[in-house]
């Protein structure tokens, strides 16, 4: 679960790498008690979070189905906002259905992060 939770916090906070995401919970108590982590507690190697997740999701596609139910569930409870993307820092405003703009930006960004992790 806890891989879950850190691409969620990757995705939500805009964190460019894993590498950077690790750093940032490390110093974050908000990112520490949404990840269950104590204070005192030793946070994982980024490389730790790689290993990992090509062990388990790097033959399937589980895992970028799983991310896309927790983002769809995340926009449904209105914690993320899906009327605007941002690429490369330029802000571009859906003008689509809001229901079929929404699965499939879900999806684009699932994908992204899948590809991104396999890097």
Known sequence: MVLFEIILIKYMFGIRSIRQTMKEIEVNMAYRWFLGYGMTEH????????????????DSEIFEKIFEHILLEAIRCKFVDASAVFIDATHIKASANKKKAVNEEVKN???HYHAELME
């Open 43 to 58: 946070i994982p190697h980024f490389t730790t979070f790689g290993k990992n997740y090509e062990r388990r999701f790097s």
């Open 109 to 111: 960004q699932a994908k």
